[in-house]
């Protein structure tokens, strides 16, 4: 398996705009995480979801954020508008199972958000 | 949920030598994870320890886990320079499983 991807890797944008950030689990794990990493408050949990279905969005900041999993193999972070505070490096992870029996997260490479 | 403390936050040290880094968390937990990330890259999965276990080893890895006194160290023996980069634990908050990561150790071996 490639492990978990992201895309874009770099994103560089004006404040107002939209910004989508994509993911693809690996195959067959049941929980996607969203996670977003800055030097003042370190890794933050934003969304996580389990069968497709978001289970947990307290950790979302605002309404300008929104997450989606249309499917077990696709995911995405929107941000409408952006606006410089959140530039940081976004975080996609998967884990086959939590619980008793929990299994490591993977995480992929991230995605560098630069608002402007 | 809570958020495990890691210290120091910083430890530089020579190629050769242990590095020791603690963990500390505030209620109960089911499993801690330690993690690390290079510069630039995503975190990867070290260790995980259940909260009925005391200790885990994996290679040059050695993780304790003291629940009484809610801490964990993680030892890394005759470190190397590829060991350089930032490690993380991760506690969940003993009810949902759900980690979640503290700030950090940034470690540099130097060679």
């Known amino acids: 398996d490639a492990g978990v991807i992201q895309s874009p890797r770099h994103e560089v944008t004006e404040m107002g705009q939209e910004v989508t950030l994509r993911c693809k689990p690996i195959s067959g794990h049941d929980y996607l995480f969203w996670y977003r990493q800055t030097m003042m408050r370190g890794l933050e949990l934003l969304i996580y979801f389990n069968n497709n279905v978001p289970i947990d969005d307290s950790g979302m900041p605002e309404d300008r954020f929104s997450a989606k999993m249309p499917n077990a193999s696709f995911s995405t972070l929107k941000i409408q508008p952006s606006e410089p505070r959140d530039s940081a490096v976004y975080f996609c992870?998967?884990?086959?199972?939590?619980?008793?029996?929990?299994?490591?997260?993977?995480f992929g490479p991230g995605t560098r958000l630069t608002v402007t | 949920s809570q958020q495990g403390e890691e210290d120091p936050q910083a430890l530089s040290i020579q190629e050769g030598e242990n590095a020791t880094m603690n963990c500390s968390y505030k209620?109960?937990?089911?499993?801690l994870q330690w993690y690390r990330q290079n510069s630039g890259r995503g975190l990867v999965h070290l260790i995980l320890?259940?909260?009925?276990?005391r200790e885990k080893h994996s290679g040059r890895l050695r993780v304790t886990l003291d629940t009484s006194k809610k801490s964990s160290s993680l030892l890394i023996t005759a470190s190397r320079a590829a060991d350089t980069a930032s490690y993380f634990c991760a506690t969940d908050d003993g009810g949902s499983y759900i980690p979640t990561f503290g700030r950090g150790t940034s470690l540099i071996v130097h060679p």
């Open positions: 992870a998967s884990s086959p199972r939590i619980g008793e029996s929990s299994y490591e997260q993977y």
């Open positions: 320890i259940r909260s009925n276990e």
């Open positions: 209620t109960s937990i089911n499993n």
